[in-house]
């Protein structure tokens, strides 16, 4: 499955430290196990000068004070909290070399970020994503990055998720919906 590096970008969702880290208060372990994986995805867009952007979910301490309905730590717990450890990325990814780096505060990278335009203002029409976790924030971003016309592969083997069931059904959701998906023994530049 080759893709044109001048019209593909890489996103890494939500590598940090509260999910992927075994201190972290949203740690899975299939997340911390998606490093390597992703890491290699990250080695490849780098030699192929393929732009790699990380998202990073970050909430700042009063997001959800005045929450009607929407109210993550409600349901997850205080988690990934803006200036935190736990919002930084993880260590183990290149990610000093990152094209870009999405700040969000919800499950989709689209949402109220400057992703849309960045992307838009570098020609780019094919995402491929990755990182964690695969049924809430990858499928979230996936799916928004379809509805704008942009092409989104989920690499299924470069993904975090807390049950393999909520993996595979991302994956299904994805590739049945709004996008396709790939392994990385799929993907190539050219």
């Not at 009607?68 to 730590?73: A, P, R, S, T, V």
């Not at 919002?87 to 400057?114: M, R, S």
Request: hydrophobic share 40%.
């Amino acid at each position: 499955m080759p893709f044109d590096p001048d019209r593909t970008a890489v996103i890494v969702v939500d590598m940090q430290n509260g999910f992927c880290h075994p201190d972290g208060s949203l740690h899975a372990e299939a997340s911390a196990a998606a490093i390597d994986p992703v890491r290699t995805l990250v080695e490849r867009a780098g030699d192929a000068d393929v732009p790699v952007i990380y998202t990073r979910d970050v909430h700042p301490p009063e997001q959800f004070e005045d929450a009607h309905y929407y109210d993550e730590f409600d349901r997850w717990g205080e988690h990934v909290v803006e200036g935190s450890w736990e919002a930084d990325l993880i260590d183990d990814l290149p990610t000093d070399d990152a094209a870009h780096v999405v700040e969000k505060h919800t499950y989709d990278a689209f949402y109220e970020t400057e992703l849309d335009g960045w992307l838009d203002a570098r020609g780019i029409d094919d995402l491929l994503i990755c990182g964690t976790l695969a049924n809430v924030c990858v499928l979230h971003t996936a799916g928004s990055a379809g509805l704008r016309d942009y092409r989104p592969v989920i690499v299924t083997d470069a993904l975090g998720y807390l049950v393999e069931d909520h993996r595979d059904y991302a994956v299904d959701h994805a590739d049945w919906l709004f996008g396709e998906t790939a392994t990385l023994a799929d993907v190539t530049f050219d």
